[in-house]
């Protein structure tokens, strides 16, 4: 089992920026791909990037947050990192981290293993 536990949601300015974390435990997410998905109200979870398992992983985004996110991951401290620069009043929503328990980069809910509790990211116009 891996457990993980997301951290560093809050309400900023749009414009702003946010570093969401995951930190992961149980098991050693070295070999896993993660993947981050957020939630707005009404809305189905979504697909927001993910990350292959080396520790200098190979990085996919989903379009509308391509340019200003930037997943990375710290394998020694078994945290991966959600960078959100130029946020806008669309990118309001619960941010959920995720382990895929195979290594290549996956864009499906159905694909991954374990999922955080996630964390509250709110953007103010």
């Known amino acids: 089992q891996v457990q993980l536990v997301e951290s560093g949601g809050g309400l900023v300015q749009a414009g702003g920026s946010l570093r969401l974390s995951c930190l992961a435990s149980?098991?050693?997410?070295?070999?896993?791909?993660m993947g981050w998905f957020r939630q707005a109200p009404g809305k189905e979870r979504e697909f927001v990037g993910a990350?292959?398992?080396?520790?200098?992983?190979?990085?996919y985004y989903a379009d509308s947050v391509k340019g200003r996110f930037t997943i990375s991951r710290d394998n020694a401290k078994s945290t991966v990192y959600l960078q959100m620069n130029s946020l806008k009043p669309e990118d309001t929503a619960v941010y959920y981290c995720a382990a895929d328990t195979t290594s290549g980069i996956r864009t499906t809910r159905a694909a991954y293993d374990y999922w955080g509790q996630g964390t509250q990211v709110t953007v103010s116009s």
């Open positions: 990350i292959s398992w080396r520790s200098v992983g190979v990085t």
């Open positions: 149980g098991r050693p997410i070295t070999n896993y791909a």
